[in-house]
T-cell receptor, first 113, second 116 residues
Framework: AQSVTQLGSHVSVSEGALVLLRCNYS??????LFWYVQYPNQGLQLLLK??????LVKGINGFEAEFKKSETSFHLTKPSAHMSDAAEYFC???????????FGQGTRLTINP | DAGVTQSPTHLIKTRGQQVTLRCSPK?????VSWYQQALGQGPQFIFQYYEEEERQRGNFPDRFSGHQFPNYSSELNVNALLLGDSALYLC???????????????FGQGTRLTVV
């Protein structure tokens, strides 16, 4: 069975600082990996995805993630945090493209002015 | 392009009642999946519909059922509501053509269900 662990339910950084949100996955087959963002009272918006092409994936809003098979990790980073980045972030894994996504518990990102 | 639309946005029901939630997928998408997101949790997969049939199912009881219509829209039905069914219900649409699976799922804004 697949699973996702997001280390840190709450991350707080200063505006302009590096953002690092951690995600480790478990999968018996080559995975598809995703990062989604959720703003209050809204649905999920896809930030980026890994589909077995380049291991460094660039997404929207300056975010990127690196797939590391040896570490079973897919951490999300952004060089410089902006106030508008404050939201809940979810890492997800799947065996079949964007089907039957298995999500982590989420990480709430807070940006301090 | 309207994206994924869900209705209603909010709903309050009493224990034991039944509820129907609706979802229209993004234009061009043929697959609809439903997720339940309890407060403070990540979304959990309920089931997926493709070609008007349930194709995959998560660990949810038979009280949760669904339907997909010829225009690809979908309904989620929950019978005998429990307090624990209170959650945000998210619909996601994606594209599957035969054996080729799409790699992007677009989510709607969700329906907030409160069971009292």
């Amino acid at each position: 069975a697949q699973s996702v662990t997001q280390l840190g339910s709450h991350v707080s950084v200063s505006e302009g600082a590096l953002v690092l949100l951690r995600c480790n996955y478990s999968s018996s087959v080559p995975p598809y990996l995703f990062w989604y963002v959720q703003y209050p009272n809204q649905g999920l918006q896809l930030l980026l995805k890994y589909t077995s092409a380049a291991t460094l994936v660039k997404g929207i809003n300056g975010f990127e993630a690196e797939f590391k098979k040896s570490e079973t990790s897919f951490h999300l980073t952004k060089p410089s945090a902006h106030m508008s980045d404050a939201a809940e972030y979810f890492c997800a894994v799947s065996e079949l493209g964007a089907q039957k996504l298995v999500f982590g518990q989420g990480t709430r990102l807070t940006i301090n002015p | 392009d309207a994206g994924v639309t869900q209705s209603p946005t909010h709903l309050i029901k009493t224990r034991g009642q039944q509820v129907t939630l609706r979802c229209s997928p993004k234009s061009g998408h043929d697959t609809v999946s439903w997720y339940q997101q309890a407060l403070g949790q990540g979304p959990q997969f309920i089931f997926q519909y493709y070609e008007e049939e349930e194709r995959q199912r998560g660990n949810f009881p038979d009280r949760f059922s669904g339907h997909q219509f010829p225009n690809y829209s979908s309904e989620l039905n929950v019978n005998a509501l429990l307090l624990g069914d209170s959650a945000l219900y998210l619909c996601a649409s994606s594209l599957r053509r035969g054996s080729t699976w799409g790699t992007e799922a677009f989510f709607g804004q969700g329906t907030r269900l409160t069971v009292v």
